[in-house]
């Protein structure tokens, strides 16, 4: 019981941070000194559409993507998608969200993602645990970059279903 409740105050606590961190910055576009370009959105990523950020290509599916996964670090960064995710998306107190087709989300398409971390939806359709914080203000060109810094991540079979919900 005591494991749970250290667990349940973590959460809040680092749910409350994303939320503080959210709130703060000004915009998810991650700004570093050097950059060359901005990122453009060629269409809806829920439409099947692409994003181009000037990074290398990575294929979601059916949708056709492209992302640049040093700038998903960023967005990976300043939402703290590794408080729930661990650092490896591999699943802490969230679930595997690494590209293994077995224990993760390898067989997620960019729009599938893009529905997850915005509204919540999984892969069916279906509404994921509660828990999960909706990240509706990540943009297109984001959310690709994202992707791509994730589909980056070594692969993890391990199957971790998270500790908040079942």
């Known amino acids: 019981m005591k494991k749970l409740h250290g667990l349940a105050t973590i959460f809040l606590f680092n749910a409350a941070l994303v939320v503080l961190a959210t709130a703060c910055s000004g915009s998810d576009e ?9 990122s453009s959105s060629g269409g809806s990523a829920t439409s099947g559409g692409s994003s181009s950020s000037g990074g290398s290509a990575t294929s979601g599916g059916s949708s056709s993507t492209t992302g640049d996964a040093t700038k998903g670090a960023t967005v990976w960064s ?11 998306a591999a699943g802490a107190i969230g679930p595997n969200i690494t590209f293994s087709k ?3 989300i390898g067989n997620w398409t960019l729009a599938q993602f893009t529905a997850a971390v915005r509204s919540g939806k999984n892969i ?9 914080t909706r990240f509706a203000a990540i943009s297109d060109a984001s959310m690709a970059d994202l ?3 994730i589909q980056a991540k070594p692969i993890s079979e391990k199957v971790e279903r998270g500790s908040v919900c079942p």
């Open 30 to 38: 991650p700004t570093q000194p050097g950059a060359a370009g901005s």
């Open 78 to 88: 300043t939402n703290a998608c590794g408080s729930c995710h661990a650092e490896t």
């Open 102 to 104: 077995t224990a993760g």
């Open 124 to 132: 069916d359709g279906t509404e994921l645990c509660g828990s999960m």
């Open 147 to 149: 992707y791509a810094y």
